[in-house]
T-cell receptor, first 112, second 113 residues
Framework: AQSVAQPEDQVNVAEGNPLTVKCTYS??????LFWYVQYPNRGLQFLLK??????LVKGSYGFEAEFNKSQTSFHLKKPSALVSDSALYFC??????????FGKGTRLHILP | NAGVMQNPRHLVRRRGQEARLRCSPM?????VYWYRQLPEEGLKFMVY????????ESGMPKERFSAEFPKEGPSILRIQQVVRGDSAAYFC???????????FGPGTRLTVT
């Protein structure tokens, strides 16, 4: 069965420290991979995507993600966390049939 | 517990016609979100509604698009006078609260000919 896993329900990081939110996937073919962020009382906002090409993808708000095919991972990273980065983050994979599979989400807390 | 339901799954409209997309949230969910997906693009947020209220429509095109979530019945995304550029997959999601996991429907694929 195809799936996207976010193994951590919550991640706590001190402001200014680097952050990583983990995502692994099991999606057929060469999937497209995405990260979204959700702030309270808002819809999902697109952060970045991997379609093909360079394994390191840069996105909005200073976030980046690294596609690792051998580990089937697509971890979200940021070199220096801000308190305003505190939100719920979703990883998603899309196969060639346009089926979107979402992870459960990881709540990121940036501590001042 | 049935998941989020969307109908129709496929909708074909000629240019200038109206398209109505329906979304029934999961039982007990009062928050509904609509997204549009273009080929090789991610989901683009359109609108967020609670029962009888539009909370955030910052992603909705200013013209021809409207959404509602009445007290009874499904949420409706309405596109008037469709154009070819409206062809896309439209996904609905629901959640129990304004923050938390969203459950997605299977989507409606709109084709404008």
């Amino acid at each position: 069965a195809q799936s996207v896993a976010q193994p951590e329900d919550q991640v706590n990081v001190a402001e200014g420290n680097p952050l990583t939110v983990k995502c692994t996937y099991s999606v057929s073919g060469n999937p497209y991979l995405f990260w979204y962020v959700q702030y309270p009382n808002r819809g999902l906002q697109f952060l970045l995507k991997y379609i093909t090409g360079d394994n390191l993808v840069k996105g909005s708000y200073g976030f980046e993600a690294e596609f690792n095919k051998s580990q089937t991972s697509f971890h979200l990273k940021k070199p220096s966390a801000l308190v305003s980065d505190s939100a719920l983050y979703f990883c998603a994979g899309e196969n060639r049939d346009d089926k979107i599979i979402f992870g459960k989400g990881t709540r990121l807390h940036i501590l001042p | 517990n049935a998941g989020v339901m969307q109908n129709p799954r496929h909708l074909v409209r000629r240019r200038g016609q109206e398209a109505r997309l329906r979304c029934s949230p999961m039982k007990g969910h009062s928050h509904v979100y609509w997204y549009r997906q273009l080929p090789e693009e991610g989901l683009k947020f359109m609108v967020y509604l609670q029962k009888e209220n539009i909370i955030d429509e910052s992603g909705m095109p200013k013209e021809r698009f409207s959404a509602e979530f009445p007290k009874e019945g499904p949420s409706i995304l309405r596109i008037q006078q469709v154009v070819r550029g409206d062809s896309a997959a439209y996904f609905c999601a629901s959640s129990a609260q304004g923050i938390g996991e969203q459950y997605f429907g299977p989507g409606t694929r709109l084709t404008v000919t």
